[in-house]
C-alpha cells in the first residue's frame, strides 16, 4: 500500500503526534473509530445493567456512572458479583448502539481495574441479535492494575458463547453490524479461576482501530 519510504515518514509523524509536540500530517491514515469517549462527551446514558438477577441465586449487581471533576472525565464501571463455589453469576452493563466497524480489526479499551478480582469481559452482539437465545460474542481480558493501560481485543478473537458457554459453532461476528456492546464480571463458572466480591473497572475510552 505505501512505499517503504512512506512508511518510514508514516511512523515518525506518528511518534511525533503521540508525544503531543505536532499534530499535523497529511499522509492518510485508518482512522480510529471511538465508540465510547467518556473523557470527552460521552455519558453513560445508553448503557443499561445487565447481570445475573434472572436466577434466584443471582443477586449481583453492577453500575456505570460518569467520574467528572476540574482535571478529568471518566466512566466508571462498579460490580458486586455474589459468591458461589461453582463459579456462575455475572454482572455488566451493555450498551445498545450500531456501529460498522469494517475496516477495524481490534477494539481498544483504555482502562484500569481494581478490587480483588481483575477479570473481565467484553460482550458484543450483532445484527439486532441483541438477546437470547442468540449467541453473544465474547472475549475475556484483565484489567490493568494501578496504572491506566489500553487492552487490545482483535475481532478475531470475539468467540461465540451462550450463557457464559463456549458454544461450537460457525457464526463469526459480523462487525459491520454490532448493534450491543457490554462489559462484565464473570464468576468464572467455565474458567480455571472463580471471581467473587467487588472490582472496580475505570474507563477513558473504548475505540476500533
Ligand atoms: C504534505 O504537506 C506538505 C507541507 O504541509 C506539503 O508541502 C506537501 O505538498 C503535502 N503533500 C501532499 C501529498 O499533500
Ligand atoms: C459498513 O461500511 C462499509 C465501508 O464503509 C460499507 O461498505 C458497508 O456497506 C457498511 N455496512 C453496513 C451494514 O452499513
Ligand atoms: C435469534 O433468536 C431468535 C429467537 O428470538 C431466533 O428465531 C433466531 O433464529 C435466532 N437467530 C440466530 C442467528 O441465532
Ligand atoms: C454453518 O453451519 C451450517 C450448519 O452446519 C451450514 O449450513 C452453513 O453452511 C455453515 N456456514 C458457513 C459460513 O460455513
Not at 19 to 25: A, L, M, V
Not at 33 to 42: R, V
Not at 73 to 86: D, M, S, V
Not at 138 to 155: M, T
Amino acid at each position: 500500500m505505501f512505499s517503504l519510504k512512506a512508511v518510514v515518514i508514516f511512523q515518525i509523524l506518528f511518534f511525533i503526534s503521540t508525544n503531543g509536540i505536532c499534530y499535523s500530517s497529511n499522509i492518510s491514515l485508518p482512522e480510529e473509530q471511538y465508540l465510547f469517549d467518556f473523557t470527552k462527551s460521552d455519558n453513560v446514558e445508553n448503557w443499561q445493567e445487565q447481570s445475573d438477577t434472572v436466577r434466584d441465586v443471582g443477586m449481583s449487581k453492577a453500575v456505570f456512572v460518569l467520574h467528572q471533576n476540574t482535571a478529568y472525565r471518566r466512566a466508571i464501571f462498579f460490580a458486586l458479583l455474589n459468591p458461589q463455589l461453582n463459579g456462575a453469576g455475572f454482572a455488566g452493563v451493555r450498551a445498545i448502539k450500531t456501529y460498522n466497524l469494517t475496516g477495524h480489526t481490534k477494539l481498544q479499551i483504555q482502562c484500569r481495574g481494581q478490587g480483588q478480582y481483575n477479570g473481565f469481559k467484553m460482550v458484543l452482539r450483532h445484527k439486532g441479535l441483541n438477546d437470547e437465545p442468540n449467541y453473544s460474542f465474547e472475549q475475556y481480558f484483565q484489567g490493568p492494575k494501578d496504572e491506566f493501560a489500553v487492552r487490545n481485543l482483535p475481532f478475531s478473537e470475539f468467540k461465540a458463547y451462550y450463557r457464559g458457554k463456549r458454544v461450537n459453532n460457525n457464526e463469526t461476528l459480523d462487525i459491520s453490524q454490532i448493534t450491543s456492546i457490554g462489559i462484565q464480571m464473570y464468576g468464572g463458572v467455565y474458567q480455571p479461576i472463580k471471581q467473587k466480591g467487588p472490582a472496580t473497572l475505570e474507563i477513558d475510552w473504548i475505540r476500533a482501530v
